[in-house]
């Protein structure tokens, strides 16, 4: 049954708002309606029962709650505009969580700023330290390794050097045979190895002062070294030039066919040997010598063959003679180069200073 407040609220509302009222309420809205238009005398007394009524009812009752009626749930419903939030579950998209995320985050950060920059700092620090240090003790590793073979290189061609003056009574002296003159420029090369090590070395060598005096001793070595290779080697092409047999001066060893073909490879030897001579300032004069010695040589071979042909013993004989001393007139000359080429080498020796 009805209530007096919805009797109230009907009665206050718009027609239109009535039929829907009216239809909630299970009434006849059409008839309800037509009923207003004669009821209007009615109104005045029901409105004084309906007062009478709820003042009664206001009287006896204390507090009551009421709670809202349906009606007045629909008409707000009706009225109010709808919120996105009724129709949106939050669930399904919050950004408030992510700017909350994104807020601890740099709140983290900010807490961790106090000591993650110190830390940063500390270790670049140390990182570089490190570095400097590795870097240092390579370098002092490296300059110990560089002296101690600098030491050992400077021991070991200090030494060398000190065998140069025998090397130099070898090269000079043609006493010695071609056996000593090989083994002289095996000593020669292992010197020479020597002195080009020590010259790498002092490039990085930071403990000798005066390095130009150093080197300018060093290259007065690397030149006497040179000339006594160069002096070997003339030894030994020279050892090969004019080079005699027996030469017979009678009838009856006088092979003249023989002999002929042995003074022709004689002569060839000679010449294949000249055109191998280094070329050595100091023994200029001699090659020019030896030159014309061959050139002579061939010429009194010729007339010692003739002679031999003719039976003229005795001027075969005169021939060799000749012969012979055109070879020891160049062997005299050689051996004099030789002497004056040794004090030379000595005099340059004595102003050589150990290597430091």
């Known amino acids: 049954m009805m209530n007096i407040r919805d009797y109230f609220l009907i009665n206050k509302t718009k027609k239109v708002n009535k039929i829907k009222i009216l239809d909630l309420l299970g009434f006849e809205s059409e008839t309800l309606i037509e009923s207003s238009s004669y009821a209007g005398e009615e109104t005045e007394i029901v409105e004084e029962l309906n007062q009478k ?28 505009p709808t919120k996105v939030t009724d129709l949106t579950p939050t669930d399904t998209f919050n950004p408030l969580n992510i700017t909350e995320q994104i807020q601890r985050v740099w709140s983290d950060l900010e807490s961790r700023r106090k000591w993650v920059l110190p830390a940063f700092i500390s270790i670049s620090m140390v990182f570089m330290v490190t570095i400097a240090s590795n870097t240092y003790l390579n370098y002092r590793s490296s300059q110990e390794a560089v002296i101690e073979e ?62 130009s005096t150093v080197k300018e001793n060093l290259n007065n070595i690397f030149t006497l070294v040179n000339e006594l290779d160069l002096v070997l080697s003339y030894r030994i092409s020279i050892s090969e030039v004019l080079i005699y047999g027996d030469l017979p001066i009678d009838e009856e060893n006088a092979d003249i066919e023989e002999i002929t073909n042995n003074l022709s490879n004689i002569i060839a030897q000679s010449k294949v040997n000249i055109a191998t001579l280094p070329e050595i300032k100091d023994f200029e004069q001699h090659k020019s010598l030896v030159i014309d010695a061959v050139s002579t040589a061939e010429d009194l071979h010729g007339r010692y063959l003739g002679a031999l042909r003719n039976n003229e013993y005795e001027v075969a004989q005169s021939i060799v003679q000749a012969i012979l001393l055109n070879k020891e007139t160049e062997s005299r000359t050689f051996e004099n180069t030789l002497m004056q080429f040794k004090e030379k080498l000595l005099l340059n020796y004595e102003n050589f200073k150990n290597l430091p």
């Open 150 to 211: 600098a030491v050992f290189v400077t021991n070991n061609s200090n030494e060398l050097v000190e065998l140069l003056p025998d090397l130099i009574e070898i090269s000079t002296n043609t006493f010695y045979s071609k056996y000593d003159i090989s083994n002289a420029s095996a000593n020669l090369q292992q010197i020479e190895s020597s002195l080009l090590q020590y010259q790498n070395n002092l490039e990085n060598r930071s403990d000798v002062s005066d390095v």
């Open 53 to 80: 009524t709820f003042e009664t009812l206001l009287n006896n009752t204390e507090e009551i709650y009421v709670q809202q009626s349906s009606i007045e749930s629909y008409i707000s419903s009706s009225t109010e």
